[in-house]
C-alpha cells in the first residue's frame, strides 16, 4: 500500500501530525459504508469491466493454488463477510509502524525535515528481524478462454523473479518496449502496420 500527498513544504508538520495518527491511532470509523464503496470499486473494475475480468481469471488460472491466484481487493464473498474484527487484526498484523518506509522529496530544510520527522514517528520501534519468507511461486501455463461481449483482448504474462531481485527491473524495461502504450513495437507492429 502507497500513500501518496503533495503538499507545501512548509505544511511538513501539519502532515506528520495527521500521518502519524493514522499510523499509531486508526479510526475504522464507518466500517459498513467503507465495505459497500470498496464492493462498488469490485464491481466497476472487475465484474463490470471485460478487462478487469480477463484479468482477474488469468491470475487465478497462472497461479491456481497460490496467493498470487487471489484478487487484491477480494473476491465478492470476502468482501461481503469481512468483518471490523477481520479489519483490525489485518492492520495489527501488516500495517506496523515498523515495516513502513518513508521518503521525503522536494525542497525542503533536511535538518528541520528530520527534527518533525522524529517529532512524530521517533516512536517507531526499530525493524523487526522477523524474514518474510519467499514462498516458491507455482506458475501454471496454458490458454483461458473468457466469452464476453466486448472487444477482443489478449494477455500474455511470463513468471519473472519478484522484487528485489535485480532481474525484475530488467522484466519491467522490456515488457515497457514491448507493450506500453502507443510508441510501444507491439502497438506499432500489430495496430499501425498490420492493421
Same mark, same amino acid.
Given at each position: 500500500?502507497?500513500?501518496?500527498?503533495?503538499?507545501?513544504?512548509?505544511?511538513?508538520?501539519?502532515?506528520?501530525?495527521?500521518?502519524?495518527?493514522?499510523?499509531?491511532?486508526?479510526?475504522?470509523?464507518? *466500517?459498513? +459504508?467503507?465495505?459497500?464503496?470498496?464492493? =462498488?470499486?469490485?464491481?466497476?473494475?472487475?465484474? !463490470?469491466?471485460?478487462? #478487469?475480468? &480477463?484479468?482477474?481469471?488469468?491470475?487465478?488460472?497462472?497461479?491456481?493454488?497460490?496467493?498470487?491466484?487471489?484478487?487484491?481487493?477480494?473476491?465478492?464473498?470476502?468482501?461481503?463477510?469481512?468483518?471490523?474484527?477481520?479489519?483490525?487484526?489485518?492492520?495489527?498484523?501488516?500495517?506496523?509502524?515498523?515495516?513502513?518506509?518513508?521518503?521525503?522529496?522536494?525542497?525542503?530544510?533536511?535538518?528541520?525535515?528530520?527534527?518533525?520527522?522524529?517529532?512524530? *514517528?521517533? +516512536?517507531?520501534?526499530?525493524?523487526?528481524? =522477523?524474514?518474510?519468507?519467499?514462498?516458491?511461486? !507455482?506458475?501454471?501455463? #496454458?490458454? &483461458?478462454?473468457?466469452?464476453?461481449?466486448?472487444?477482443?483482448?489478449?494477455?500474455?504474462?511470463?513468471?519473472?523473479?519478484?522484487?528485489?531481485?535485480?532481474?525484475?527491473?530488467?522484466?519491467?524495461?522490456?515488457?515497457?518496449?514491448?507493450?506500453?502504450?502507443?510508441?510501444?513495437?507491439?502497438?506499432?507492429?500489430?495496430?499501425?502496420?498490420?492493421?
Amino acid at each position: 500500500t502507497t500513500y501518496t500527498v503533495s503538499l507545501p513544504s512548509d505544511r511538513l508538520s501539519f502532515w506528520a501530525e495527521l500521518e502519524s495518527e493514522r499510523i499509531f491511532h486508526p479510526a475504522f470509523r464507518d *466500517f459498513d +459504508r467503507e465495505r459497500n464503496v470498496v464492493m =462498488e470499486e469490485r464491481r466497476m473494475r472487475v465484474e !463490470n469491466d471485460p478487462d #478487469g475480468k &480477463v484479468y482477474e481469471r488469468f491470475i487465478r488460472e497462472a497461479f491456481a493454488g497460490s496467493p498470487y491466484g487471489w484478487p487484491t481487493i477480494g473476491t465478492s464473498e470476502d468482501l461481503k463477510n469481512l468483518t471490523e474484527s477481520d479489519l483490525r487484526e489485518f492492520w495489527r498484523r501488516h500495517y506496523r509502524p515498523d515495516r513502513a518506509i518513508g521518503v521525503l522529496v522536494g525542497r525542503f530544510d533536511p535538518g528541520q525535515a528530520e527534527k518533525v520527522i522524529r517529532k512524530f *514517528f521517533g +516512536r517507531i520501534p526499530p525493524p523487526s528481524k =522477523e524474514r518474510i519468507q519467499e514462498e516458491e511461486v !507455482n506458475f501454471n501455463p #496454458g490458454i &483461458v478462454h473468457l466469452k464476453e461481449n466486448a472487444e477482443p483482448r489478449i494477455l500474455i504474462g511470463y513468471p519473472k523473479p519478484p522484487l528485489p531481485h535485480r532481474d525484475d527491473y530488467h522484466f519491467d524495461l522490456i515488457s515497457e518496449i514491448l507493450g506500453e502504450g502507443r510508441s510501444s513495437r507491439l502497438y506499432r507492429s500489430l495496430v499501425e502496420e498490420r492493421g
